[in-house]
C-alpha cells in the first residue's frame, strides 16, 4: 500500500520509510508540512504518518486541510508532545491514530496495519479468500496452509485485490497505491504483474477477472 510519510527529522524519517518498505509498502517521504499538503492535493495515499512538529505547516494544519477536503485518509500522528490535552486535540482535528515517540518501528507498523484493515472492513491480518490466506504482518501468502511463492510486487497486488474484492481497479489505481514518487510504473507493467499473479493463482482457484478497458478484480469469496 502507498504510504505518506511526513517527518523533518532525517534520521527517523529515514528510519520509518524503510521499515515500511521492508513491510511491503510503497512510501514516499517528505520533510515538511508544505510538501506533505501538496501531496496529499496531488496524489492519493493510503495512510498518512504525519508528525506535528513540521517545519512551514504544522501538522495540525496538514490534517486540518485534508479533512477540510472531506478525504477520509487514515492519518497516524507521531509526535514528541505526550501531554494528554495534545493526543485529544490531534484525535479531535480527525487523526485516527497517535503514537508519542520514542515508539518501536514495529509498533508503527502494527498500528499502520491495522488502519489499512480497518479502512477497508476488515478486523484481522489475515485475509482469506477460499483456500488462499494472505497474511499482511507476514507478508505472506499460503493455500491450504502450502507456502505461495510470490514477489514483493505480487503479493502488494495481491493484497489491494483483495481488500477491495468484487470491485474492479483500474491499471492506474494499482499505479497510484502500489508506487511511490520515485518509481517510473506504467500500465503496461501492470499488465505483465497481473499476467504472472494470475499464472499463480489460477492453478489453486483463485482468479483475477479482466473487464475490458477498465481493470481487474477478484470474485468476492463465497460466505
Same mark, same amino acid.
Given at each position: ?24 509498502? *510503497? ?6 508540512? /508544505? *510538501?506533505?499538503? /501538496?501531496? #496529499? ?14 517545519? !512551514?505547516?504544522?501538522? %495540525?494544519?496538514? #490534517?486540518? !486541510?485534508?479533512?477540510? %477536503? *472531506? ?13 494528554? /490535552?495534545?493526543?485529544? $486535540?490531534? +484525535? ?12 518501536? =518501528?514495529? @509498533? ?11 479502512? &477497508?472492513? &476488515? ?13 499482511? *504482518? $507476514?507478508? $505472506? ?16 497486488? #495481491?493484497? =489491494?485485490? =483483495? ?8 491499471? @492506474?489505481?494499482?499505479?497510484? &497505491? +502500489? ?17 504472472? #499473479?494470475?499464472?499463480? +493463482?489460477?492453478?489453486?482457484?483463485? &482468479? ?13 469469496? /463465497? $460466505?
Amino acid at each position: 500500500m502507498r504510504i505518506l510519510v511526513a517527518e523533518d527529522d532525517a534520521l527517523l524519517g529515514d528510519a520509518i520509510a524503510e521499515h515500511l518498505r521492508h513491510g511491503g509498502h *510503497a512510501v514516499d517521504w517528505v520533510r515538511d508540512g /508544505a *510538501a506533505a499538503d /501538496a501531496a #496529499l492535493r496531488s496524489q492519493s495515499f493510503k495512510l498518512v504518518v504525519l508528525d506535528l512538529g513540521l517545519p !512551514r505547516v504544522c501538522g %495540525r494544519d496538514v #490534517l486540518s !486541510r485534508l479533512r477540510g %477536503r *472531506a478525504s477520509s485518509t487514515p492519518v497516524l500522528i507521531i509526535t514528541a508532545a505526550d501531554a494528554i /490535552a495534545d493526543r485529544v $486535540a490531534g +484525535l479531535d482535528a480527525g487523526a485516527d491514530d497517535y503514537l508519542v515517540k520514542p515508539f518501536e =518501528l514495529a @509498533e508503527l507498523e502494527a498500528r499502520v496495519r491495522a488502519l489499512i484493515r480497518r479502512s &477497508h472492513g &476488515h478486523d484481522r491480518n489475515v485475509l482469506v479468500h477460499g483456500p488462499l490466506a494472505f497474511d499482511s *504482518a $507476514a507478508r $505472506a501468502a499460503t493455500v491450504d496452509g502450502a507456502a505461495l511463492d510470490l514477489s514483493a510486487r505480487e503479493l502488494a497486488m #495481491l493484497e =489491494l485485490l =483483495l481488500l477491495r474484492s468484487g470491485r474492479v481497479i483500474s491499471k @492506474e489505481q494499482f499505479v497510484e &497505491h +502500489l508506487c511511490g514518487f520515485d518509481e517510473d510504473v506504467t500500465a503496461n507493467a501492470i499488465e505483465v504483474y497481473v499476467h504472472r #499473479l494470475r499464472r499463480k +493463482l489460477d492453478p489453486v482457484g483463485i &482468479h483475477v477477472q479482466t473487464v475490458r478497458g477498465l481493470g481487474y478484480f477478484v470474485a468476492k469469496a /463465497a $460466505a
